[in-house]
């Protein structure tokens, strides 16, 4: 080996080698870096509220065009359908609204002061409403109503309103204690029925009633009308599932609320992630094609000698070999350098970023240690296939 | 392997030209081992083509040639190179030794592939040639004759059954070309082998069997 060796380095460019390692080094430090990034600071923008129940609700933007001529936007069954299928998805509930006209009173009559305004309902499947109360039912032909405010109302009334008009402050107990009258028309008719305040919710803001109201009342007061559902909830295992976010952009749905910006930071991070590791990519196949080529080069400096070789008997793989290994010994050498400079400079931003966020560093480095010897592996097999295929041309070309 | 055998071969680059006067192109013949042959031929006639065919390394020709009856255009590289360390041996008119390598490193790297000669004995090939105080020397910084010396003690350090000269004693004076003779005689006597000896002029001294014109 030692006299092939000798023969064989005839010709290595240290300078071309050293090239290579070089511009190796960048690319698949790149990419490596880019992945255990990725790996350390995924989980801050992950909620920690991960397989609890989250609600989204989604709506399609108003258009100016729509508003002035009176166009209402929906949700068709189909793209409840197609919203069903995704894999993010646990369930979807639709936004009912009613189709008749709503008068809802406070006051006495009795002592002729009272208040009185027009008003809407809607409603969504009982599964999504916040508010567990043994009064959220509707028997058919009840005159009283149950009905769940936004939570927002009451805070409003509170904190703005109240106290700068010096009224006082309303609990949610005094609240549930005031009945509403409502009066509803529709269809030819006419009814008085009684409001009572049952809850607030924090996720569903509108004036709700119980769905199996509101389909009993539409059917009853607007039984021609038909509209689609404006808004719909979605149920989701996690919100910051970078999916929904490309999803909702892909379809232009809104959301309420911010539970998608751990998404949105996800996502983000995935992408910017995966440009700097495709800069790593482009980097380490350059230097790849930068050490076939030297090798090649070597190959056709040494030709002569590797034919003789050939001649006197030795095998292409015999002959290969001393190549092989060379190239081996500088991908292990840059996959080496480059894991050892990963481990360094993550060293420094999770020390640095552990003080605000203690889960950067949880990951661990399997991930970039298992890419690392996967990368290895291929670029050195590959390397191998090319050497023994050149060496094996030198010996057809003599035939 | 026990004979070579040529069926009417003849280079391509032969194709157009009368060869009736030839004992080997286009004719039948064979060589058997034990047996010497003598290829004579003026320059040009295709001494070295013969060479380079019958130890593979080129398929320009026409006919059949089989080693015990194996067409040797079918054997694959894995029986090239056995046939190389095992069986045909080969004195290249051109020696293809490593100038970059001394004259022992050059005998070396034929022999750790083959072990097949001891230490000793290759010390002793050197002292008898005349060349043991050019051991140590780069080979590109030997005369033609010491190069051809160097390539023949690499051509006896392997087993075969037979072993090709191309112009042996080209650069050499008769002294030397004697001792190549002992040398050769002494290492077939081992094994039996065949020779092919080609000659544009001045004839190893050895008893052949055959003379051929090419």
Redesign the interface.
């Given at each position: 080996m030692n006299?092939?060796w000798?023969?064989l380095r005839?010709h290595i460019s240290i300078a071309q080698l050293l090239g290579f390692v070089l511009a190796n080094l960048c690319g698949v430090f790149i990419i490596l870096l880019g992945l255990q990034f990725y790996r350390d600071i995924a989980p801050v923008f992950k909620d920690n509220t991960l397989n609890k129940k989250e609600y989204l609700i989604l709506s399609k933007p108003v258009s100016t065009l729509g508003s002035v001529l009176g166009g209402k936007s929906g949700f068709s069954q189909k793209e409840i359908d197609n919203l069903k299928m995704q894999g993010f998805t646990k369930s979807v509930g639709a936004f009912k609204s009613s189709q008749f006209q709503v008068v809802g009173g406070i006051g006495a009559e009795q002592f002729g002061v009272s208040m009185a305004t027009e008003m809407f309902f809607e409603s969504v499947p009982d599964a999504y409403v916040d508010v567990k109360s043994k009064d959220w039912t509707y028997m058919e032909g009840s005159r009283s109503i149950p009905i769940i405010l936004p939570k927002n109302y009451l805070n409003l009334y509170n904190f703005g309103f109240a106290k700068t008009k010096n009224l006082p402050q309303l609990t949610e107990q005094v609240i549930k204690m005031l009945s509403l009258n409502i009066r509803i028309r529709g269809n030819g008719r006419s009814d008085d029925y009684k409001g009572r305040i049952v809850g607030f919710s924090n996720r569903l803001n509108t004036i709700l009633v119980p769905e199996s109201f509101l389909d009993w009342a539409n059917n009853l007061y607007a039984p021609q009308k038909n509209a689609l559902p404006s808004r719909l909830i979605l149920e989701v295992n996690n919100p910051s599932d970078a999916r929904i976010v490309k999803f909702l952009q892909d379809k232009r749905y809104e959301t309420e609320g911010d539970h998608l910006d751990g998404g949105k930071m996800t996502w983000f991070l995935r992408i910017l992630v995966s440009i700097v590791m495709g800069i790593g990519l482009i980097i380490s196949v350059l230097s790849f094609f930068l050490l076939i080529l030297s090798i090649y080069l070597l190959l056709q400096k040494n030709t002569q000698?590797l034919e003789?070789?050939?001649?006197?008997?030795?095998?292409?793989a015999k002959v290969a070999l001393p190549y092989q290994i060379l190239t081996i010994f500088l991908n292990c050498l840059v996959i080496s350098l480059s894991v050892l400079a990963v481990l360094l400079v993550r060293n420094i931003y999770v020390n640095y970023l552990s003080g605000t966020f203690p889960v950067v560093g949880n990951e661990g480095i399997t991930w970039m240690l298992v890419a690392a010897i996967v990368l290895f592996l291929f670029v050195s097999i590959l390397n191998t296939l090319i050497i023994r295929r050149k060496v094996?041309d030198i010996?057809f070309k003599?035939? | 392997m026990e004979s070579i055998r040529l069926q009417s071969v003849c280079p391509t680059i032969f194709q157009s030209l009368d060869l009736s006067a030839s004992d080997v192109w286009r004719k039948n013949l064979s060589f058997r081992k034990g047996d010497h042959y003598l290829l004579e031929a003026a320059s040009g006639t295709g001494k070295s083509s013969l060479c380079s065919y019958l130890y593979g390394y080129r398929h320009d020709y026409e006919g059949l040639i089989t080693f015990d009856e194996k067409e040797i255009r079918s054997l694959k590289v894995k029986e090239w190179t056995k046939i190389r360390k095992t069986s045909i041996s080969i004195l290249f008119q051109d020696m293809r030794l490593f100038p970059e390598l001394t004259a022992f490193e050059n005998v070396q790297i034929k022999n750790r592939l083959t072990h097949y000669q001891t230490k000793k004995t290759i010390f002793s090939f050197f002292e008898r040639l005349g060349i043991q105080d050019k051991l140590n020397s780069k080979v590109e910084l030997l005369s033609f004759g010491q190069q051809q010396r160097v390539a023949f003690i690499r051509a006896l350090c392997q087993p075969f059954d037979f072993i090709l000269l191309d112009e042996p004693i080209s650069h050499l004076d008769d002294v030397n070309a004697m001792i190549i003779s002992e040398l050769l005689l002494e290492e077939i006597q081992k094994t039996g082998a065949g020779i092919l000896v080609t000659s544009i002029g001045k004839h190893l001294p050895l008893t052949y069997n055959q003379t051929l014109v090419l």
């Open positions: 006299l092939i000798k023969l005839q000698k003789n070789l050939l001649l006197i008997g030795y095998t292409p094996l010996w003599k035939n | -």
